[in-house]
T-cell receptor
Framework: QKEVEQNSGPLSVPEGAIASLNCTYS??????FFWYRQYSGKSPELIMF????GDKEDGRFTAQLNKASQYVSLLIRDSQPSDSATYLC????????????FGSGTRLSIRP | EAGVAQSPRYKIIEKRQSVAFWCNPI?????LYWYQQILGQGPKLLIQ????????DSQLPKDRFSAERLKGVDSTLKIQPAKLEDSAVYLC?????????????FGQGTRLTVV
């Protein structure tokens, strides 16, 4: 079982709709969770992090965490063509130091 | 604030040759990561340093890969000898120390092609 699992996609969403990206993790000791966006040929860049159960909103993005179900999601409202990218879920298995493990990523395509 | 610097950006080598990558993290960042990202996959953690000590190298192929972080700042990752399956982007990232929600900041990566 992979530590961090994501559906590879591609996920195709019409412009203006809500895109929903999901991630599950195996280590219950994971303490914080990140969503990175990666454009083709570029490095990952952080969109959001979350470490408490529930929702966290930042502009058009909402991260949701359910530690009991070991599930993290990212919602993108009013999807734009510029949101087309690969979205990487990452978990921090923090003990004495951060250890950030990534999923394989979900490719998102926003169609005009 | 300057970001994570990596060099070179691109490298093409023949199999069985050796190659080295360099990374300079964000100033003051104690944690440095080397990730390998094969096309179509997520970044795979190869080695993690906390200051100049190794925290985790469980996924580093130690028969061919080596890494060091002298003086707790810059780091080099070496492959010797390279194999075709080492073709990937090698990403260096850094983070500050001691906080559970600390993000990793990435450099631009080094794209390695082994032919």
């Amino acid at each position: 079982q992979k530590e961090v699992e994501q559906n590879s996609g591609p996920l195709s969403v019409p412009e203006g709709a809500i895109a929903s990206l999901n991630c599950t993790y195996s280590d219950r000791g994971s303490q914080s969770f990140f969503w990175y966006r990666q454009y083709s040929g570029k490095s990952p860049e952080l969109i959001m992090f979350i470490y408490s159960n529930g929702d966290k909103e930042d502009g058009r993005f909402t991260a949701q965490l359910n530690k009991a179900s070991q599930y993290v999601s990212l919602l993108i409202r009013d999807s734009q063509p510029s949101d087309s990218a690969t979205y990487l879920c990452a978990v921090n298995r923090y003990s004495s130091a951060s250890k950030i493990i990534f999923g394989s990523g979900t490719r998102l395509s926003i169609r005009p | 604030e300057a970001g994570v610097a990596q060099s070179p950006r691109y490298k093409i080598i023949e199999k069985r040759q050796s190659v080295a990558f360099w990374c300079n993290p964000i100033s003051g960042h104690a944690t440095l990561y080397w990730y390998q990202q094969i096309l179509g996959q997520g970044p795979k953690l190869l080695i993690q340093f906390q200051n100049n000590g190794v925290v985790d190298d469980s996924q580093l192929p130690k028969d061919r890969f080596s890494a060091e972080r002298l003086k707790g700042v810059d780091s080099t990752l070496k492959i010797q000898p390279a194999k075709l399956e080492d073709s990937a982007v090698y990403l260096c990232a850094s983070s500050s120390q001691g906080q559970v929600n600390t993000e990793a900041f990435f450099g631009q990566g080094t794209r390695l092609t082994v032919v």
